[in-house]
T-cell receptor, first 112, second 115 residues
Framework: QKEVEQNSGPLSVPEGAIASLNCTYS??????FFWYRQYSGKSPELIMS????GDKEDGRFTAQLNKASQYVSLLIRDSQPSDSATYLC????????????FGKGTRLSVIA | DADVTQTPRNRITKTGKRIMLECSQT?????MYWYRQDPGLGLRLIYY???????NKGEISDGYSVSRQAQAKFSLSLESAIPNQTALYFC??????????????FGSGTRLTVV
């Protein structure tokens, strides 16, 4: 059973701080990794994807991947109240020919 | 218009009834998926289809069936609805011709309540 683990939170950070969200996965053949943001009652929307070890930056978001330790993280710099949402980590295996496996999500609350 | 459209948006049905949730997409993607989301349980895969002639079970397919009527349409049926199928259901699509980094496009979801 391939598993993707996330701390359910809530993770509370003050406005302007860095929010750090973590995700671990069980299968070493994992290929690609995704972070989705989901507002309450809405559909998930893709924030970032990463498939090489190291950091990938996009605006205020940085995804970090460490395949040896089997974890992927998402950093949100200068957190805003509008970043308050649930963040879902997702993993795919075998070069993307299997469906995404999602973690249960971490709820982030940015306090103004 | 939305790229991935789910109908209905909300539905209340009685135990034992058959119900169909529909998904259509205009993105031209070949792959389609049905997930359900329950509070605290994340997104769980019900069925998926990589092309019109391909249907695969996900981790929680019992009590559900699907039909891929065309590349753009993928329907989910609950043969005899039960209360623990009350959930938020999402359809998603992806394109096998693009790299793995493009992820999925989700519909707006169907909130189903079985009473």
């Amino acid at each position: 059973q391939k598993e993707v683990e996330q701390n359910s939170g809530p993770l509370s950070v003050p406005e302007g701080a860095i929010a750090s969200l973590n995700c671990t996965y069980s299968d070493r053949v994992s290929q690609s990794f995704f972070w989705y943001r989901q507002y309450s009652g809405k559909s998930p929307e893709l924030i970032m994807s990463i498939y090489s070890n190291g950091d990938k930056e996009d605006g205020r978001f940085t995804a970090q991947l460490n395949k040896a330790s089997q974890y992927v993280s998402l950093l949100i710099r200068d957190s805003q109240p509008s970043d308050s949402a649930t963040y879902l980590c997702a993993v795919t295996y075998t070069s993307g020919n299997t469906p995404l496996v999602f973690g249960k999500g971490t709820r982030l609350s940015v306090i103004a | 218009d939305a790229d991935v459209t789910q109908t209905p948006r909300n539905r209340i049905t009685k135990t034992g009834k058959r119900i169909m949730l529909e998904c259509s997409q205009t993105k031209g993607h070949d792959r389609m998926y049905w997930y359900r989301q329950d509070p605290g349980l994340g997104l769980r895969l019900i069925y998926y289809s990589f092309d019109v002639k391909d249907i695969n079970k996900g981790e929680i397919s019992d009590g559900y069936s699907v039909s891929r009527q065309a590349q753009a349409k993928f329907s989910l049926s609950l043969e005899s609805a039960i209360p623990n199928q009350t959930a938020l259901y999402f359809c998603a699509t992806s394109d096998s011709n693009r790299g793995p980094g493009y992820g999925y496009t989700f519909g707006s979801g169907t909130r189903l309540t079985v009473v």
